[in-house]
């Protein structure tokens, strides 16, 4: 069975930019979660996404967004790209008690 | 959302148990208490979970306190591959995980 996957798995942008992310989850899984990873902050929820639609939201600003399409693959965009974006955006998909991760898209915002 | 609290790093030696404690003061009587591990460049991996009782699965083994306050999870033998952060987390039946900190695993050959 073919594990979670990301792509791009890495992505160069400048300020200002947006930029968009794909996440291909594990064939079966309908929830999909998107999380944030940075040195200074750890791990943190970005949204979930459950049968298409946006079922938990975390706190981040609007610029974040995301979407799901009706095989499973989820999209995450980030408007107006910051410095303080750069960092590991994780994708996670599961269908019971247990998250598979991807190995996530390493952004770099110049 | 409940928070854990773990220590920041832990070492143990190669081939020796590793308890690893979390405090989850404010767990809910619904909350599960589940335990990923992220080694380096890599996504987390799901470890184990439990709800009440102890749990043990090919990887590790999760020992709860009666109140539920707390919580150990426990590497039999740490092997050099097993360094990695670990996370406890509260699931309380959505997939909004909320991560803390983690405790840094160091494995000594």
């Known amino acids: 069975k073919a594990g979670v996957t990301q792509t791009p798995r890495y992505l160069i942008k400048t300020r200002g930019q947006q930029v968009t992310l794909s996440c291909s989850p594990i064939s079966g899984h309908r929830s999909v979660s998107w999380y944030q990873q940075t040195p200074g902050q750890g791990l943190q929820f970005l949204f979930e996404?459950?049968?298409?639609?946006?079922?938990n939201k975390g706190n981040f600003p609007g610029r974040f967004s995301g979407r799901q399409f009706s095989n499973s693959r989820s999209e995450m965009n980030v408007s107006t790209l910051e410095l303080g974006d750069s960092a590991l955006y994780l994708c996670?998909?599961?269908?019971?008690?247990?998250?598979?991760f991807g190995p996530g898209t390493r952004l770099t915002v110049l | 959302d409940a928070k854990t609290t773990q220590p920041n790093s832990m070492e143990s030696n190669e081939e020796e148990p590793v308890h690893l404690p979390c405090n989850h003061s404010t767990i809910s009587g619904t909350d599960y208490i589940h335990w990923y591990r992220q080694l380096p460049s890599q996504g987390p991996e799901y470890v184990i979970h439990?709800?009440?009782s102890n749990v043990n699965n090919r990887m590790a083994s999760l020992a709860i306190a009666e109140d539920r306050k707390s919580s150990t999870l426990i590497l039999h033998r740490a092997t050099l591959r097993d360094a990695a952060v670990y996370y406890c987390?509260?699931?309380?039946?959505?997939?909004?995980?909320?991560f803390g900190t983690g405790t840094r695993l160091k494995v000594l050959a």
């Open positions: 987390i509260l699931f309380s039946g959505t997939y909004k995980y909320i």
């Open positions: 996670a998909s599961s269908s019971g008690m247990e998250q598979f």
């Open positions: 439990g709800l009440t």
């Open positions: 996404y459950f049968s298409e639609t946006q079922r």
